[in-house]
């Protein structure tokens, strides 16, 4: 049972040589300051609801290098950070946890990047905005 277990049960964890890709990737877009906020280039091309993925996937990674940057966010951090309406990041993140998967929502208002998904959403933003 223990083997199955293994198999069937999927930890979160991304190894380092990932991490390593996606921040190179995550790069082109924009960087995190150390206070947690979200910086992006270019985001007057990118629509909303990629900004919000972007800015999860951003904080995510910056978390796995520097602990005292939460990976998780809410929709007012995002909001100030981004300066986009927080109804507007609420619905986003809502479209972000249902449909895209990139967003987890671990408690009500709270949410972080499925390190699942972080790949998959990269590739989507760089085949979008040419990066």
Avoid: H
């Avoid at 991304?14 to 985001?43: H, M, P, Q, T, W």
């Avoid at 109804?87 to 809502?94: C, G, N, V, Y």
């Avoid at 009500?108 to 979008?128: C, D, H, M, R, T």
């Amino acid at each position: 049972m223990e083997e199955l277990r293994k198999k069937f049960i999927v930890e979160e964890k991304v190894d380092e040589k990932k991490i390593a890709e996606y921040i190179e990737r995550a790069l082109k877009f924009g960087k995190v300051s150390i206070d947690g906020g979200i910086i992006i280039e270019k985001e007057e091309d990118m629509v909303t609801k990629d900004k919000v993925g972007l800015a999860l996937i951003m904080r995510f990674l910056a978390n796995r290098l520097e602990k005292e940057i939460s990976a998780e966010v809410t929709p007012k951090e995002l909001s100030q950070s981004l300066n986009i309406p927080e109804e507007q990041i609420a619905a986003r993140l809502s479209e972000l946890t249902t449909k895209d998967k990139v967003a987890i929502r671990v408690a009500k208002g709270v949410y972080k990047a499925n390190p699942f998904q972080i790949g998959k959403f990269l590739n989507y933003l760089e085949n979008k905005y040419g990066m």
